[in-house]
C-alpha cells in the first residue's frame, strides 16, 4: 500500500486475480464447469440460475440448448 494510503493499480490487479482466481475454483468445484465459460454443447455460455430446487448452471441458450450441471454441494447434503 502507498504512504498515502491508496491501493496502487499492481495491486488493484493482484487482488482481481486473486478473487477471479477464488471465483473460478469456487463455481468449477461446485458445479464441475466454469462460470460465463463456454457451455460445452454448443456455443452458448454458462449462467448461473436459480430454481424452487437451489441453484444450477444452466446454458443461455435455453431452450435451445438445455444443458445443466446441479449443485455438487446440494446433492451431498441431500444424500
Known amino acids: 500500500m502507498a504512504q498515502d ?3 496502487s493499480n499492481e495491486e488493484i490487479d ?3 486475480k486473486k478473487i477471479e482466481s477464488v471465483y473460478r475454483e469456487y463455481f468449477i468445484d461446485r458445479f464441475g464447469i466454469e462460470l460465463f465459460g463456454k457451455c460445452p454443447k ?8 436459480e430454481s ?4 444450477f448452471m444452466a446454458c443461455d441458450q435455453y431452450p435451445n440448448c438445455k444443458n ?9 447434503k441431500s444424500k
Not at 42 to 49: A, D, H, N, Q
Not at 52 to 55: C, H, N, T
Not at 68 to 73: E, V
Request: hydrophobic share 25%.
Open 5 to 7: 494510503g491508496l491501493i
Open 42 to 49: 454448443c456455443s452458448g455460455t454458462m449462467v448461473l440460475k
Open 14 to 16: 493482484s487482488y482481481a
Open 68 to 76: 445443466k450441471y446441479t449443485d455438487n454441494y446440494r446433492r451431498k
Open 52 to 55: 424452487i430446487y437451489g441453484e
